[in-house]
């Protein structure tokens, strides 16, 4: 599929969180490229992006057609931007970051440790392929490595301020700053972020489309619960996953979280916290055992897990197949 050159890379969103994060990755990985441009829409255009010690200016985008060049597209933008986009696009590999917003449904969902990297190529032939929810792959993880196949899972996903954008980022930090000097005064509507854990609007439907994309990467036959709140910190995320024994040895699962790839697994009583998890690839686990199965604490850094992920399907997409 490469035929045996390297492609022309556009990231379209550089300036959010995560577009950012997959700029910097392709910096850090020296990730090969005849050519990488990055676009903002008007709101982020005309700013610079820092990747691996070089400045790379970002183009404001106009129309699909500012992307026909392009043998690589990232769409790290809002799930309708993304979709208008889209259908404008003829990349040979189109990479949609927003699909991790919703149920499957176009583009179809892989991960590194769940998606063998052959299948990639077979996906990538209908069309854009995607990411899940970085929580839905930690969930996803973790179940590929306890060889849970089936049954009822139930989850918890917290979301810092940073799952919305750059901009709630800096409503959570004035706000933030306003109720330690007194002064926050929020309008009739607002939601206070600050110091306040919540149910976000949308968390039901939200939940439903994680629901879908944890059956379709873990198996039809699992019957997960997910509720989503969001916590007063600026980037991470964490989960909360029950997952019952149902007369499989718990004991077990021990020595498989142990030797499970892209997961730390800790033990004992060392604290593991969403700040421990900023900036590090893997995912920090911590297991319960109780009388009905396990409850496993989850925290990573969710921007980092989608541009990591983003970037696999990209490089397993183009370079895999020459």
């Not at 990755?25 to 070089?54: H, M, N, W, Y």
């Not at 306890?146 to 989850?155: I, N």
């Amino acid at each position: 599929m490469s035929n045996g050159r390297e492609p022309r890379v556009a990231i379209v969103g550089a300036t959010g969180i995560v577009g950012g994060q997959i700029a910097d990755l392709i910096g850090e990985r020296e990730f090969p490229c005849a050519e990488l441009k990055l676009f903002a829409t008007e709101s982020g255009a005309f700013d610079s992006v820092e990747t691996a010690g070089q400045s790379h200016s970002v183009a404001r985008l106009g129309a699909p057609s500012d992307l026909a060049n392009f043998d690589i597209v990232f769409l790290a933008l809002p799930d309708a931007a993304a979709r208008s986009l889209s259908q404008g696009l003829d990349a040979q590999v189109i990479v949609d970051l927003s699909a991790a917003l919703r149920a499957p449904a176009g583009a179809a969902l892989a991960a590194p440790g769940i998606t063998p990297r052959e299948q990639v190529k077979t996906l990538v032939k209908r069309g854009a392929i995607a990411p899940p929810h970085p929580a839905v792959q930690v969930i996803a993880t973790v179940l590929r490595a306890l060889e849970v196949a089936s049954g009822f899972v139930g989850a918890t996903v917290i979301t810092g301020a940073s799952a919305a954008g750059r901009e709630k980022v800096s409503e959570l930090f004035n706000q933030t700053a306003d109720l330690l000097n007194a002064r926050l005064d929020l309008g009739e509507d607002a939601q206070q972020l600050a110091f306040n854990l919540f149910m976000p609007a949308g968390a039901a439907e939200r939940a439903q489309a994680l629901a879908a994309q944890i059956s379709a990467l873990a198996g039809d036959a699992i019957s997960p619960a997910v509720q989503i709140v969001q916590a007063p910190v600026f980037h991470g995320g964490g989960v909360t996953l029950s997952v019952p024994a149902n007369g499989r040895d718990t004991a077990d699962w021990v020595r498989r979280m142990r030797s499970a790839p892209g997961i730390l697994f800790i033990e004992g009583e060392d604290p593991a916290g969403f700040v421990d998890a900023i900036g590090q690839e893997a995912v920090i686990v911590r297991m319960a055992r109780n009388a009905s199965g396990a409850i496993f604490w989850c925290v990573f850094d969710a921007a980092r897990v989608a541009a990591m992920t983003a970037l696999w399907l990209a490089e397993s997409a183009w370079f895999a197949f020459s």
